[in-house]
């Protein structure tokens, strides 16, 4: 059975499973149980001034069969007094001294305000902190959360403060409503952070009900923006920690979180360069007992790969991310679609038709029956037609040999400008 065990920035957890901090990281009774089920960590709803709610704060986009497939609120902070919650902490931390706590903390952006808060909860003994300059709606209204973590400087300069009595390691969480995270996450190395977790939510309109006209959600008759999370938000979350994994500025551990409700899809974050991950959502949509099977699912894949330790995995994907102008041009596949599998439903012909090249063919065989063939020639390998057909198996994309060198556009451009501007693009291979 492979280690599981992970270091982050200086955290030791028995796995990389860590609890966003959220609804489920509420009180000492949910982080226990949590942890009785085999979470590894737990990162405390946000302590700070006790915020009052809305009443009617969560709502979810349901598609195509699959509830839940994105998740909306309009929740803020916690609304219990920072005493109960360090009783609780502390609690829950004698309790499972194994286990990982990181307390995530908003306040104003004032120096002593952070002082005061980072030393009283680390004298009830958590591992790390985390700053939550994230959450879109309500806080940042209040100059706090996003507010705070769209201006790269004021990032800076909270962490540093932090760091200035800080015992135990500090995570920046990040917020994704920003044109370029990277900015934002050598801000937060500038002023010191150890580590950063990303994303946090994404701002969101869940919907509107076509027959009040009321938006979903709303308190008495009123919306306002909220944040977006759960599966839906997994592939923007995702290419976010590639992009801080591969920036040389960043350099420190990442925890990955956004959409995650799968032991594949742990695997998928660390490959990206997590350290560890954080859950939110499926917690939220199918309750703590997830974890036994992403363990499970973890030490088979560890061991079906002959690895020893989870932490050999971190990052193993990050080189095969570039930019677009670093992929090989000439690299080629196409569509063959295999008759013994196919269904003959003829998507991949109406997609093929309707939106790209045209080149699957609705043929007769010699025996009548009805075939569909794609010529390779005109294939420009985009693979919508194996993204439509509902059959496994049917459609394959396999690569083929051009015979050209690899040639990035990058590396055309560069053989352009060394031979001149009057050089044809069409005579570089
Ligand atoms: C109802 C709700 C409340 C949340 N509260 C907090 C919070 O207090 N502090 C925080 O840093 N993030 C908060 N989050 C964001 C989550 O920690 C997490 O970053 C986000 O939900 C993405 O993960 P997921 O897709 O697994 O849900 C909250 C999310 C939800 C759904």
Redesign the pocket.
């Known amino acids: 059975m492979a280690d599981l065990r992970i270091d982050f920035a200086g955290i030791q957890s028995p796995n990389p499973f860590w609890l ?4 489920p990281t509420n009180t000492g009774y949910q982080v226990q149980r949590a942890f009785e089920a085999g979470w590894g960590g737990a ?1 405390w ?2 302590l700070g001034e006790p915020v009052i709610n809305t009443s009617s ?2 709502a979810a986009v349901h598609f195509g069969g699959q509830r839940v497939a994105g ?1 909306n ?1 309009i ?4 609304d219990r007094p920072l005493e109960v919650n360090l009783k609780e902490i502390a609690e829950t931390k004698k309790r499972f001294p194994d286990r990982t706590i990181i307390a ?1 903390l ?1 306040v104003e952006p004032k120096r002593e305000k952070w002082h005061e808060i980072v030393k009283r909860v680390e004298a009830v003994g958590v591992d790390g902190l ?1 700053l ?1 300059f ?2 879109p709606h309500g806080m940042a209204e209040r100059g706090m959360g996003a507010a705070s973590g769209q201006q790269p400087d004021l990032v800076q300069a909270q962490t540093a403060w932090v760091k200035e009595v800080a015992q135990t390691p500090v995570i920046v ?1 990040l917020t994704p409503n920003i044109t370029d995270i990277t900015v934002v996450a050598r801000h937060a190395v500038k002023g010191g952070a150890d580590a950063i977790s990303l ?3 994404i701002n969101s309109l869940a919907g509107v009900d076509i027959h009040s006209w009321n938006t979903i959600p709303h308190v008495g008759g009123q919306g306002a923006h909220g ?1 977006y ?3 839906a ?2 592939p923007i ?1 995702l290419s976010m920690v590639a992009e801080c994994a591969r920036d040389r500025e960043v350099g420190v551990p990442i925890s990955g ?5 799968t032991w594949q899809d742990v695997v998928e974050f660390m490959l990206m360069g997590s350290t560890g991950i ?5 917690v ?1 949509h199918h309750g703590f007992r997830i974890v036994e099977e992403m363990i499970d699912g973890l030490n088979n894949y560890l061991d079906d790969k002959g690895l020893s330790s989870v932490m050999e995995l971190i990052g193993k994907s990050v080189p095969r991310y570039s930019n677009w102008g670093d992929l090989d041009l000439n690299y080629k596949v196409v569509a063959r679609i295999n008759e013994e599998h196919c269904i003959n439903c003829n998507k991949c012909h109406i997609a093929c038709e309707d939106a790209s090249h045209q080149c699957i063919d609705m043929l007769t065989d010699a025996a009548g029956k009805a075939i569909l063939q794609v010529r390779e020639e005109d294939c420009v390998g985009c693979n919508l037609c194996s993204i439509v057909c509902p059959a496994d198996g049917a459609i394959d994309m396999i690569a083929v040999d051009t015979g050209a060198a690899p040639m990035s556009w990058n590396q055309r451009n560069q053989i352009i400008s060394g031979l001149g501007s009057s050089y044809s693009e069409v005579e570089v291979g």
């Open positions: 966003a901090s959220a609804p990162v709803k946000t704060r969560f998740f609120n929740e803020l902070i916690t995530s908003m985390e939550n994230g959450c969480k994303i946090n939510t944040g999370c759960g599966p938000v997994k979350a979180i956004g959409g995650i409700s954080q859950v939110c959502t499926a939220m």
